[in-house]
């Protein structure tokens, strides 16, 4: 009975023990879950609006309100526009699109189809001829003024004489020809295809006397030498084509990418032609507020009468605004007056945006300062120390035009009666112009006649800079100047040629005995003599990989004779070397300390000899012969603690 009741109160602790036990786990466990909510209810995060956005909104509420302008008549059909329509889309070069409003309303390209089909006309029948039948002067007139300059030429491809004869020297005899190539190339342009407006079309041809005056008179001058009406209609349909505001800065982001589409990456007009579309965009563009809008607004432009104004900044952005109301000038008085918000606001003013290149060098200092990674005895050393200097160490930085490149070149000259060897490093410049390439090539090629040793590093995605053949009118390199893309061996190269100048002779291939090793440093005779079994020897031809990166780890070596490289590949698939083991050196003990695999690849750069000293062995060390093995890791730390320091004395020298 009494063995019950116990084996009752027995049974009911143990109860109570899971029970409790249980009670703490179901805690836990809830606690778990309570932790757990937060990451599954976080609440979704408001979006971040770009400022940009915010801008274009503000701007959008602002203007929205603004009543000034009427909407085109001379057009009938043109008057269909509603007022109120307004839309702002900005496009950057590389095709970020920030808008607002009714920026998907179809409306008619209008007058911004001139620039475009400048460029068609430019590329199908040359500069010579176009700039033979049309001028480029702003006119100062109305924009469908029937005026020529006194040699016979419409003043500019802008007003309707210039654009009607632009239009005549596109590809094709006949309307449709033309308006075939005018609608792909538009299409290139905005990255789909467009169509007609033939409503519009037929409206203008209808009442479109003035123009067909203007055509007749261009016959009558002979810039057009046969009948002009077939290009006249292509010139209606090409001003009747429909976009919308995004497609319209779409064509300006196209501009500004150099002609190529930012998303389809399409090529919609040669490179060069861009620059004179753009010039006459910033003369004649904005009919006769052309002066003003330069002045205030400062950007290359076009506008419509259908209410389009499109404004491209070169390299950076385009800015679209459609709003039918044209003021008194013609131009949109919204798009107007957003866009000098917007130029004042963002500092896009073409003349205001030029930042000076002082920032081109990034960092400058000598081989006294830094040191390239190849290990050398202390006399190399010591005679860099005091020569260094002489060798010159120049990181380039960002784009580099004509400015940016004579800055640097100015440096270059000034220190090059003192130089030895120059090394200029253009990982940090992401592009150069075929003229920064073009006056380095030439000053590299000039500092290296004079016998300086010159090395560009790092330059294989300029190609420009890295072209050989652009080099001398001679187109003879100088064997003192050379491309590496591993800037440790190019500072190598010229510290041994520095070396070398000063009567030095590499000593470090001379073979070292074992008690001269780094490894071994402090160890008595006897524990030498006790160890020395327990290592093996090991030899390698030059070339031999020893150890590839990612293998597994089971030995250390200790060179005897002989030159290693320790080879990093990059991300980029070039290679980089962190170092390089000279006899007396040991290599592979970091993956002994961690048991983690090679990080890095060992090449023999020479036939090397060396002693392996095994995973296994340094491990029974421990047991064995602790105060060997205490002295053998006293030794590693101590080497890579000097190489730390080297490494850390890098990094401050680096952003001196
Ligand atoms: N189609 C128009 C014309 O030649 C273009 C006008 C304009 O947008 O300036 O009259």
Known sequence: MELAVFERVDRLQSFRHVAVRGFWNVRIFALF????????????????????????????????????????????????????????????????????????????????????????????????????????????????????????????????????????????????????RILEVFSDYVGHELEIDESVCRSESETGHRNRAIAYMLRNFDVFTDDPMPSL???????????????????????????????????????????????????????????????????????????????????????????????????????????????????????????????????????????????????????????GQSIHLIEVQGQVTFGPAERVIRELIACADSAFAMILDFSRVPQMDAVASQIFLESLAALAEKGLWIHVTRSHHLPELSCKSQLMPSNTPSVRLCWEEDADRALEFCENRLLESLGNRHCSSLAVSMENCELFENLSPDELKLLSPMLSTRSFAAGDVIFEEGQAASEMLII??????????????????????TPGMTFGEMGLLDRSPRSATVRADTSILALSLSAEVFEALLNEHPLIYAKLLGNISRHLAIRLRKRNAEVINSHL
Request: proline fraction near 6%.
């Open 560 to 581: 005897l004779q002989g030159k290693v490289s320790v080879i990093l590949t990059l991300p980029n698939g070039f290679t980089y070397r962190v170092n390089t083991c």
């Open 233 to 387: 209609e292509a010139y209606f349909k090409q001003c009747s084509i429909l976009i919308h505001c995004r497609d319209l800065a779409f064509i300006g982001a196209t501009l500004a990418n150099d002609g190529v589409h930012p998303i389809t990456a399409r090529r919609a007009v040669g490179s060069a032609h861009i620059e004179s579309m753009l010039s006459v965009m910033a003369s004649c563009g904005m009919y006769d507020a052309a002066g003003e809008w330069l002045y205030s607004v400062g950007m290359p432009a076009k506008s419509g009468v259908g209410g389009g104004i499109l404004a491209v900044l070169p390299g950076q952005l385009a800015v679209a605004v459609f709003s039918p109301p044209l003021d008194e000038r013609g131009n949109s008085a919204r798009g107007i007056a957003v866009c000098r918000e917007l130029s004042t606001r963002y500092n896009l003013h073409l003349f205001n945006s030029v930042m000076p290149s002082r920032s081109v060098i990034r960092h400058r200092c000598t081989a006294a300062q830094v040191s390239s990674n190849r290990s050398r005895p202390a006399e190399e050393i010591a005679l860099l120390n005091k020569y």
């Open 33 to 180: 879950l309570l932790r757990m909510r937060p990451l599954s209810s976080i609440p979704a995060k408001m979006p971040i609006s770009s400022p940009i956005q915010t801008f274009l909104e503000q701007l959008h509420n602002q203007y929205k309100g603004l009543r000034e302008g009427k909407v085109a008549s001379y057009i009938p059909d043109l008057m269909k526009a509603d007022p109120d329509w307004f839309g702002i889309c900005v496009v950057t070069f590389d095709g970020q699109v920030y808008e607002v409003g009714d920026t998907r309303q179809p409306f008619t390209i209008q007058s911004i189809s001139k620039p475009l089909a400048y460029g068609i006309a430019l590329e199908d029948s040359g500069n010579e001829k176009v700039l033979s039948k049309i001028w480029m002067e702003p006119s100062g007139e109305a924009f469908n003024s029937i005026s020529l300059d006194p040699s016979g030429r419409p003043l500019n491809p802008m007003i309707n004489a210039g654009a009607i004869a632009t239009t005549g020297l596109i590809r094709g005899h006949t309307t449709e020809q033309k308006v075939q």
